[in-house]
């Protein structure tokens, strides 16, 4: 069902939407300042049956010291280089991006769809030392697709297991400051579809360590969403009660040791999330 306050799609959008639905993936990637891997085809599932109409990649941590974040200014950094160069010879065009130090945002399409994409507008909002620097915020895209307006929102927020109420607080501000010159559509909430992602930073907070391990051990992970910290927050905090999320049917994806599979070998100090 269309909204009022979106544009109603003419004949041939129409036919279209009768074809069977569109598919997105979705990638969100904390890349802790490394430089890009050789290969990323099992990332983006490219030897998938069933091939996407829209990529939209979200990393956090890119590498923005002063030299190459100029340099990135004025060229494609190495990671948009590498998802561009990958994602070309499967007949994907970049359409839209987003770069806010170390937050960057990547929107591509199958070319077909493209005529369908308007109004195509991007913004960034950051929340570091007190607003003034964006190593931590969000960056975000919106447009129209077929006459239905999205958005997409690549969020770091603020890390450590204490200030769970400080993320929800840097979320609220980006969402209500992030405006767009779009009558339909000038605010993220006012989207039909608004995707939320990105290094969220949300730990599993009062569970013992070996509680966590032995269900991430036994796959129970279900033994967890309870203690999840934005879980627990979303019950007294009604913006959040707006989104959806689908179940945490894999183990948290915090913290391992740099470049292997294996959780942060520093007992003492290891704490785990699903975001």
């Not at 979705?26 to 998938?48: E, G, I, Y």
């Not at 966590?212 to 905090?237: F, G």
Request: aromatic share 14%; charged share 25%.
């Amino acid at each position: 069902m269309i909204e009022e306050n979106e544009e109603q799609p003419d004949d041939h959008q129409s036919l279209e939407k009768e074809r069977g639905r569109f598919r997105l993936h979705m990638v969100t990637w904390n890349v802790a300042t490394a430089d890009p891997p050789k290969d990323v085809a099992s990332l983006l599932h490219l030897n998938s049956p069933k091939t996407p109409d829209l990529y939209v990649i979200g990393l956090q941590e890119v590498y923005s010291g002063p030299v190459r974040f100029v340099s990135d200014m004025m060229f494609d950094d190495p990671w948009s280089q590498l998802f561009i160069s990958t994602l070309a010879p499967w007949n994907y065009v970049k359409v839209s991006s987003m770069r806010m130090q170390g937050l960057l945002l990547l929107f591509f399409s199958k070319p077909e769809h493209i005529p369908f994409i308007r109004d195509i507008q991007a913004t960034y909002t950051r929340t570091g030392m007190f607003g003034y620097w964006g190593n931590k915020g969000g960056v975000s895209v919106r447009l129209s697709f077929y006459g239905h307006m999205l958005c997409f929102l690549n969020c770091h927020l603020a890390a450590h297991m204490k200030y769970a109420n400080e993320r929800v607080d840097e979320f609220e501000h980006i969402v209500d400051t992030q405006t767009f010159d779009c009558k339909k559509a000038p605010k993220i909430t006012d989207h039909r579809l608004v995707f939320w992602f990105g290094d969220l930073n949300f730990r599993i907070q009062d569970h013992g360590m070996h509680f966590v391990r032995s269900c991430i051990n036994n796959q129970t992970y279900n033994l967890l969403w309870s203690h999840d910290q934005l879980n627990m927050l979303k019950k007294k905090e009604q913006l959040l009660q707006e989104f959806e999320e689908g179940p945490l049917d894999f183990q948290p994806t915090y913290k391992f040791d740099l470049n292997s599979d294996t959780y942060d070998s520093r007992l003492y100090t290891t704490w785990f999330g699903f975001k």
